[in-house]
């Protein structure tokens, strides 16, 4: 005669629930298998399949896990789910999940169709905690943690906490020119600080006195002036 897994059947979320490191990703599954007259199976090591379905009636299979030895006491057993086979992002991506189980009572190593237990079980809300320390479909554990955010050069703002805003220091940014060439000098370069490097002017001492018109040669103009004359 076959047995039946009584209707008070349990998942119970097991793990990290509320910290970024926490435990596995599983579930356990608790139950009782009792006979037709009510009492329950005999104790021992039993082979069970689970199967998570889309759908409580259509094949849908989603993921499948076996447990090659879960023991039972008094009827009462203990599986856990996920440890085999992970759910990955199963229920980030499934919002409606359906268990079916499968025991093998005779323990011949398979399952006959009298050992596979329906209806199958529609899942609650409990095993969706398993995603909710996740980001679209990514653990907590996959993000640092910001402590600390410093303006770098040319910047100013920043903070520990709360909202962080960087805004640029127009004092750095836009520095202007704050030296100036002493007369008789120009400016040679301009240090990052705003201050001038000034060299003296190269002048030779002579004056121009004055500036004739040339013959015009393959495109180029010459220009002929007259120095001074200079007593040595």
């Known amino acids: 005669m ?7 059947a349990a998942i119970v979320v097991f ?37 998570l379905h889309s759908s409580p009636t259509n094949p849908a299979l989603v993921w499948t896990e076996e447990e090659t030895s879960v023991t039972v006491t008094g009827g009462v057993f203990a599986a856990t789910l996920g440890d085999g ?30 050992e596979i237990y329906l209806p199958r079980q529609k899942l609650a809300g409990a095993p969706w905690a ?16 910001i402590t600390d955010v410093l303006p770098g050069t040319g910047l100013s703002g920043g903070g520990t906490s709360g909202t962080v805003t960087l805004s640029p220091n127009t004092t750095y940014l836009q ?5 100036a060439a002493p007369a008789g000098q120009f400016i040679r370069s301009i240090n990052a600080d705003g201050t001038v490097v000034a060299a003296a002017d190269q002048n030779s001492g002579g004056d121009i006195l004055g500036v004739t018109a040339g013959a015009v040669s393959a495109g180029r103009i010459w220009i002929a ?8």
């Open 2 to 8: 076959k047995a039946r897994i009584a209707l008070a």
């Open 175 to 179: 520095r202007r020119v704050t030296g």
């Open 85 to 114: 086979t992970a759910f990955a992002n199963l229920f980030a991506t499934q919002s409606d999940l359906w268990l079916e189980v499968a025991v093998d009572l005779d323990r011949n190593g398979t399952f006959s169709g009298n």
């Open 130 to 145: 398993i995603d909710a320390d996740t980001v679209d479909g990514r653990h907590a554990s996959e993000f640092g943690d």
């Open 15 to 51: 793990g990290w629930l509320g910290t970024a490191f926490g435990g596995p990703n599983v579930l356990i599954y608790q139950g009782s298998l009792v006979q037709p007259d009510g009492n329950p199976v005999a104790d021992g090591a039993y082979r069970m399949h689970f199967y």
């Open 225 to 232: 002036y007259t120095m001074p004359e200079v007593a040595f």
